[in-house]
């Protein structure tokens, strides 16, 4: 089974599946009391700060002593199920001389997490983190560096992230504020936000989707007002679907997490979200207090640590002598309601604090803490007490997926009996929720489509008198698949994204998943920006992706290109071009000139308007001069009209002049039209030429004449 440890401020609870029978038998020991099977000696000779169970039975412990029944271990031990220490792992895990353990992890392999004051693990520089094998031996893929620069008082998994916390300001020389989240080889997983936090975090749970419970006295994260409880998304960020209002009076000290996904808290607090709640309170996924929850008058001081046993009880240890009236003297278990457990017999209890709880697979209790007595009798700070009855006959069934994790609601799941006290011969029943209901399916197997997050088969042979209950929990852990790549976005002035055109993702469980902005929609400044939209399925996976959006500013600044042409600098195959007169005051537009260059007619000042798509800027006015032709003082006698021209030109002069040569040159002074002149008038089409501004010579042997003339 999955363990968890506890130290002082720290909880882990990591739920297995239970399994419970219709009818219990009674054992001759009493819930609560002392399992004398687990013979520990003089126990520890310091504090014990974490507790956890192996894969296979064994016990971690973890603390300030240096010895164990009086035997040299210093900071850690492994313990058989009987008490004594494993020598094998004894053999293999040494600290340094004064090392402390004061938090710890089992993970799913049995590998163990250590956390706290040493400097070398097996003789090798491994400073105040390391991950052990179950035979005590160093796991070298866990790479720290320089580790932490001070105490790790926290510890937490899922088997892919882990989290810590504690005194430190550093992780392998980077900055942490006494919380690093770490890739499972023990590098910082640089994709989670570096938190700032008002004050310490105590404790700290991952769930099985990256997401982290953390809990402390702080009452603030990144300068927003989170008090003492938060959740906080895989990339570091706050989840804001978790809202637990004003949160906690005073410190959360232990968080542990129920099958069904609720979330039980402890420490010094007495209101949670301003409604009572003496020093342990059960809160709802979404963060809001579960009022089915009621401790009453609660411990009268500090809970220290938290654990769901498998029978769904929750055991809770800590500085406390009473709890809602009750002495109970630093123990006590409750009901799922969260009223005291009457049939959990501790009698006088212990002497001194309590820190750190586990619960083995048997549902047994183990408890460790400062206390060197229980009920009057020697029990240097560790003790095993029996929890509550467990069934013993008929043997429970043994199922292939105890706890089935599914994509999503709907998926088919295989349930089989592998083992247990079954018989070829025996037949098998499957029902929903109790023996009444309807059958389901018989044989060894059941195959089921579940529609919510839990579902309770009653099953029944054929050989036994009772029915067996297993409860099937259906998690979803895939996180919705994005549609498509998000498009970049470039335009002209601003981009507006309208709320309907938010991007879509597909969930296998829920379906369409709409994005959620990280951002605002409209962008007015040139300049190239990143919108991260979120997708959120609801059941605690999330994926994420990032648009990419450019503004372009329209250039208005307007070249001279010559000769007395200019020309807009802003160049596109999408843009339309206004030109006009400025120089009054207001922009006249001049409806023929719409192209990217512009020659004036006569002298003045002149401004573009440049339109790309829905937007459009103005340049500044600019003074432009207009072709100049020299006239001698003969040049009246050369007439064009129209002037300006569209079709044609008529081209009049003093017959005294005598014959010559028509020339016209455009702005550029390029040759348009030559002729020879036999009249004194002369008509030229101009239908064909450009619009622009031209000039015309006669050039006759008396004399030389130049005018010009404008083509609209």
Sequence with gaps: MFSFFSFRQCIHYIFIFSVWLGTFVLQA??????????ITGTGTSHMVNALGVLPNGSVFVGGDFDTYNSQPHVGLVVLSPNGSPDSTFSAN????????????????????LIGGFFTTVNGSAMNKLARLKPNGTLDNTFTVGTGPNNEVSCISSNGQKIA??????QYNGQSKSGF??????????????NSTWSSQIRTQHVLPNGKVIVGGNFSSFQNAPFNRIARLNIDGSIDTTFNPGSGASGPVEAIAIQPNGKILIGGSFTSINGQVANRVARL?????????????LGANTTVRALAVTVTGKIVVAGQFMTFNGNTVNFIVQLNQNGTVDQNFQTGTGFNGSTHALAIQQDNKVLVGGAFTQFQGSSSPRIIRLYGDSVPSVPVVPVFSQPQYTATCFGDTVVLEITGGNISPTDFWEWRMNDCQSTLLDTGLVVKFAPQSDTTTFAVKSSGAANCVTVQLIVADTVAPQINAPLPAITAYCNVSILPQDAPLATDFCVGTVVGVPKGPLSYTAPGNYKLPWLFDDGHYNIAIDTQYIEVLAIDTAVNYVGPFTWEAAHTSSTATYQWGECGTGQFVALPNDTLQAFTPGFVGQYAVIITEGNC??????VVM?????????????????????????????SGQLGTGTLRVFNANGKLVVEEKITANQLEVNTKTWPKGVYVV????????????????
């Design 29 to 38: 020991q009493t819930s609560g009391t002392r399992d004398v099977t687990f």
């Design 93 to 112: 895990a040494t600290l340094n001389t004064g090392a402390d353990v004061r938090s710890g992890f089992v993970e799913a392999n049995g590998d163990i």
């Design 616 to 621: 459009a800027d103005t340049s500044s006015c």
């Design 697 to 712: 010579e006669v050039e006759t042997k008396n004399s030389k004449l130049s005018q010009r003339v404008v083509k609209l």
């Design 180 to 193: 690093a989240y770490l890739n499972q080889n023990g590098t910082i997983d640089t994709n989670f936000t």
């Design 625 to 653: 001069q207009a072709w100049s032709v020299s006239e001698n003082a003969n040049n009246n006698a050369l007439k064009i009209f129209p002037n300006p021209a569209t079709e044609h030109i008529v081209i009049g002069y």
């Design 164 to 169: 810590i916390s504690g005194f430190f300001s």
């Design 284 to 296: 709802n996924q979404n963060g809001s207090v579960d009022a089915s929850f009621n401790v009453s």
